[in-house]
């Protein structure tokens, strides 16, 4: 699109003369766009003008009644106060930009479908089941639990009787790239596990601790199960805790070189191992972080109150920091069905789409200082991602099919 015809659809944006395609197009060039500080190479009187004028739009729309909200989208305010930074970006891709490379042009066969509900669950046994090929229902029977698969993608642990002893054992649920799953561990927690993950947990909680094992990344909605002291022994925790009467059993989530110690509380754990830090985020409740090389692990670490993010390096992993400033929805935009960053380096974005598409991604340039900003559907295929990317100006893109029939996307300038 010429400079010029940007700029009438801006106008037909301002005089609520746009199509619905139209305003669709300007939201998501807002939702891909990078916010840069080279303010001074626009013209700023058109620049103040319009924004006067999408200010005066903003407030009318705020006003207005509700319309129905897409299923992933930001909030209603948001939506439309990014109209504001829109019109102060309008100049950037095009004054910046005049002689840029042709945007991404994919045809069918080469573009790449999203991922979707794919997992293996491996058994106590060792026998390996294929979540994306099995049949809904009964799975497995593990000395009185029961495994179920449910229509919506999500497996289900059923304890018989929970009175009964059950005998130790471990399952393991791994996702591929290009997929995501949900687990209902038997003590009724729930566990979305994104692509490239993996949780290794006990088909029964017994004891004093409920410990589970992540790679990759992970939200957890964790259920509150009742501490029963064993006969003749008192935990330390569950005196505390029984002291202040909240007699919990403790869960912990093991993952690359932390530990995460919660009762019942919603939080996400990002712990790839191709990640330079791990991130803990708390969403709702308390959770402990610390080392699992800590000398004392019930005391050493960090509290998280909701809204924090534990931050650990795994380069050179000394202290664990907390970061206050932090946006809750990037941080589960996955789980929710939809990609959000937030000046986020290239390289890291990249990262999330070979996971999510399970493609290789190949630099020709070196884009290492770039950041970019944008949301968008993860269940759009990887091309439209890609051209929303685009948008900004700072990065292109091509598919290539090689010879064995495998894609690759190339990142350039």
């Keep these: 699109m010429e400079k010029q015809e940007f700029l009438k659809l801006v106008d037909k944006y301002l005089n609520k003369q746009a199509t619905p ?8 060039y807002f939702n891909s766009f990078q916010h840069t500080q080279d303010w001074d190479e626009l013209e700023l009187g058109t620049k103040e003008e319009l924004e006067a004028k999408m200010l005066n739009r903003l407030q009318a729309v705020i006003a207005a009644p509700a319309k129905t909200a897409p299923v992933f989208s930001i909030s209603r305010f948001w939506k439309y106060a990014a109209a504001v930074i829109l019109v102060c970006a309008i100049g950037l891709y095009f004054w910046k930009y ?23 669950l491996t058994l106590a046994d ?17 000395s009185g639990i029961r495994v179920t ?30 997929g995501q799953y949900q687990v209902v561990l038997p003590d009724g927690t729930r566990v979305w596990l994104n692509a490239a993950s993996s949780l290794t947990y006990p088909t029964t909680f017994s004891g004093n601790e409920r410990l589970v094992t992540l ?4 939200y957890f909605e964790v259920a509150k199960a009742p501490l029963i002291p064993q006969r003749g ?52 409740g308390s959770v402990k972080v610390s080392k699992p090389n800590s000398a004392a692990l019930l005391d050493a670490g960090v509290k998280l109150h909701p809204g924090q993010q534990a931050v650990l390096s795994q380069v050179s992993p000394t202290a664990i920091t907390v970061n206050n400033d ?5 941080a589960v935009a996955w789980k929710n069905g939809y990609f959000m960053f937030i000046n986020e380096p290239v390289q890291s974005i990249m990262r999330k789409i070979s996971r999510w598409y399970n493609v290789e991604i190949v630099y020709q340039d070196n884009l290492k200082d770039k950041a970019l900003w944008g ?14 990317l685009e948008l900004t100006g700072v990065v292109h893109f091509k598919i290539e099919t090689q010879y064995n029939g495998e894609r690759r996307i190339i990142v350039m300038k």
């Design 326 to 330: 932090i946006n809750i929805e990037e």
């Design 149 to 178: 698969k449910t229509a919506d993608g999500q497996l289900v642990y059923h304890v018989a009787d929970a009175s009964s002893a059950v005998p130790l054992a471990y399952n393991t649920l791994s996702t591929p790239q290009g």
């Design 233 to 284: 022994k008192q935990h330390a925790l569950s005196s505390r805790l029984a002291g202040r009467g909240e007699a919990w059993v403790p869960f912990i989530v093991m993952a690359e070189g932390q530990r995460v110690e919660v009762l019942g509380t919603h939080f996400n754990i990002n712990a790839y191992p191709d990640e330079e830090v791990i991130k803990t985020t708390l969403l709702e």
């Design 375 to 388: 949301t968008v559907s993860r269940f759009k295929n990887v091309s439209e991602v890609l051209k929303m």
């Design 98 to 120: 005049p002689g840029s490379k042709q945007p991404l042009v994919v045809n069918q066969k080469n573009d790449i479908a999203p991922g979707g509900n794919k997992a293996i």
């Design 126 to 142: 060792g026998r390996k089941i294929s979540l994306t090929d099995v049949k809904d229902g009964e799975l497995a029977q593990q």
């Design 215 to 218: 790679t990759g990344e992970g």
């Design 21 to 28: 395609q139209e305003e669709q197009w300007l939201a998501d």
